[in-house]
């Protein structure tokens, strides 16, 4: 039976050879390997043999090696670091590594002698100061070329790779159309393991809110435009001015808007800070991110500090549940005492709660799976607790009804609830995404008003006129911090990092 290949246990190195002499014999194709990996790391490198191809030659005659044009002598190893035995000539090799180990001199055979010498060369990749060694300790010469080409690739994408945002939102999508395209929780999963195995993706995360959907990534020039994430995230379904694709400088300054609420439905609210927080926990629990992207969200969390403390004087700051409360104020539904009908019991839906009752209004609150904790708020708070299920038995009392819940479909619709409205009128208003309330309700007439996030963003532009400064104080503190940009990017690409910067 024919032997398989032997195997031989080693112990990675990278050996400091720099100005040291390196002696090769031989002056073939595997010879020509070695000399140009030697010059590579800056060896004094000896050529030892009767003849050598082309390329050994023009090294030679550009002095770049010591050319001696004859056999093997064994005073050839003296004073050497290293020992190559790179002839055609099994027995020649045999001796030189006999002589080499004589004289305590490190020896490689490039044939069948090789389990008896002192080091083996496994497939390496160098690129600028990046070096990648493969070995698969004598079993597979093919396997290590194989591992060593696909990490060719992985690493010239690296070096050509920068910050991409693909995404839609509220400014380019009604909530109607924008439905479709938001990415609940297994949703979100599937599009993320197919998107991870996507070459030229290095790190990304999903931010899926209430007005927007979007990729952030880390991805070669070729992936980020070849458009393979816009078909995962379905976007080559819609026009090309209902989605936005940013890359470098414009993809981190995007993402400082967003952590700074600028994006935002209410210009300057503050949950997407946590939002963007979920993001990055979620895309490093499910191995979708690393390093770079939680450095890269942190920064991003960095300057949005200093865009909010810019422009919070500019700015009157609101949550979006203190945004529908002022809408229900303006809309007139606060005189006397009124019933509201509070839907969810989340962040939203406990503000809600809260405000009503700071209003003096009686307080329906529904919950779909969690049940509220009344209690945490003021005493003597009239807050009624009800179950989703039996939402059509406050309906009929309510003069308001806002909703927040995270659900694939409306938890109010025209066929379920309509004849359960309260008969004298009632306001409408769905913060929810997708939508919590059936926009047929507009239609309705006898009272009902209808108001969703787009309505509410709507109103708050109408309402502020101090936009164009906001836009002007981001950018220049945006343009102040840039340097942080070039950081990420030179750390991503293996450039060097100048000193300075923001």
Known sequence: MKEGRPVRKTFPVNALIEGRRVLVV???????????????AGADVTLVCPDCVPELS?????????????????????????????????????????????????????????????????AIIRSGDVLIAVSTSGKSCRQSRLIKDNLRKHLDSIQGSDLLVLGTNHDLLRAEARAPYHLLQREREAVGEMIRQVWGVHEFLILNTCNRIEVVAAVSKETGTSGILRRLLR?????????????????????????????????GEFHVVAQVKEAVDEASARGWAGSIIRELCD??????????????????????????????????????????????????G????????????????AYH????????????????????????????????????????????????HGAALNPRGVVLVDLGMPRNIDPGFAKVGGGVRVTDLDGLKQWVRES????????????????????????IRHSIQGEPVEAGGG
């Not at 909010?308 to 006397?336: H, K, N, S, T, W």
């Not at 009752?357 to 609150?365: F, I, Y």
């Open 350 to 365: 406990k503000g809600l709660v809260a405000g009503f009752v700071a209003r003096g209004w009686r307080c329906l609150w």
């Open 26 to 40: 031989g002056g073939g194709r595997v010879g020509q390997r070695k000399v140009e990996l030697l010059l590579e």
């Open 299 to 348: 920064a991003a969390l960095h300057v949005s500090k200093d865009i909010r403390r810019e422009v919070e004087p500019l700015l009157d700051v609101a949550e979006i549940e203190d945004v529908a409360l002022r809408y229900l104020d303006q809309e007139g539904c606060g005189a006397g005492v009124r019933t509201a009908l509070v839907i969810g019991t989340g962040v939203v």
């Open 235 to 267: 976007f080559d379904q819609l026009p090309p001015d209902a989605y936005y694709l940013k890359r470098g400088y414009e993809a981190f300054a995007h993402l400082c808007r967003v952590t700074a609420g600028l994006d935002s439905q209410t210009p």
């Open 58 to 122: 023009e090294l030679a005659g550009a002095a770049r090696v010591t050319y001696l044009r004859r056999r093997f002598e064994e005073s050839d190893v003296s004073g050497c670091a290293l020992v190559f035995a790179c002839t055609d000539d099994k027995r020649v090799n045999r001796r030189i590594l006999e002589v080499a180990q004589d004289l305590r001199v490190p020896c490689c055979c490039a044939d069948g002698n090789w389990p008896d010498g002192d080091f083996v060369t496994p």
């Open 464 to 487: 502020d006129g101090t936009c164009g400064r906001v836009r002007e104080v981001c950018e220049r503190v945006l343009d102040e911090h840039r340097g942080i940009y070039e950081r």
């Open 369 to 416: 799976r969690k049940l509220p904790a009344v209690a945490e708020l003021a005493p003597g708070a009239r807050v009624e607790v009800l179950p989703l299920e039996g939402l059509a038995g406050g309906l009929a009392c309510a003069d308001v009804v806002v909703s927040a819940v995270d659900v694939q479909a409306p938890v109010m619709t025209c066929e379920a």
